[in-house]
Nanobody, 116 residues
Framework: QVQLVESGGDEVQPGGSLRLSCAASGSIFSINAVGWYRQAAGKKREFVAVIDSGGSTGYADAVKGRFTISRDNAKNTVYLQMNSLKPDDTAVYYC??????????WGQGTQVTVPS
C-alpha cells in the first residue's frame, strides 16, 4: 500500500518560514487532489491547503496569503511553503488525498512549533 511521509517540521520564531514535504511511495499525486491538514493539541484535524491534479490550489482562510502548496510529480512529492508563521500555526501537519474514499492511512505527520 502507498505510504505517506511528512517531513520538514521544526521550531521557528514568529515571522519565520518553513517548507514541509510530503512524499508518497507510489505515483499517486499526479492524478489526485492532495491536501495538507493540521492538528493542534486538543483540537480536531483541520484543512490547510489543497492542490488538484491540474495544479489548481485552495487554502484555508487562516493561511491564505502566507502558505503555498505545490507539487513535483516526478518526485511524488507535495510541498507546503509556510511564511510569516504565527503561534496559531503550531500543530502537527499531515498530508493525504482529499477524496475521502481514496484517503490513505495517515502518516506520523511533522511537528511545527511557533512559540508565542
Amino acid at each position: 500500500q502507498v505510504q505517506l511521509v511528512e517531513s520538514g517540521g521544526d521550531e521557528v520564531q514568529p515571522g519565520g518560514s518553513l517548507r514541509l514535504s510530503c512524499a508518497a511511495s507510489g505515483s499517486i499525486f499526479s492524478i489526485n487532489a492532495v491536501g495538507w491538514y493540521r492538528q493542534a493539541a486538543g483540537k480536531k484535524r483541520e484543512f490547510v491547503a489543497v492542490i488538484d491534479s491540474g495544479g489548481s490550489t485552495g487554502y484555508a482562510d487562516a493561511v491564505k496569503g502566507r502558505f503555498t502548496i505545490s507539487r513535483d510529480n516526478a518526485k511524488n512529492t507535495v510541498y507546503l511553503q509556510m511564511n510569516s508563521l504565527k503561534p496559531d500555526d503550531t500543530a502537527v501537519y499531515y498530508c493525504n488525498l482529499v477524496a475521502i474514499d481514496k484517503q490513505l492511512p495517515w502518516g506520523q505527520g511533522t511537528q511545527v512549533t511557533v512559540p508565542s
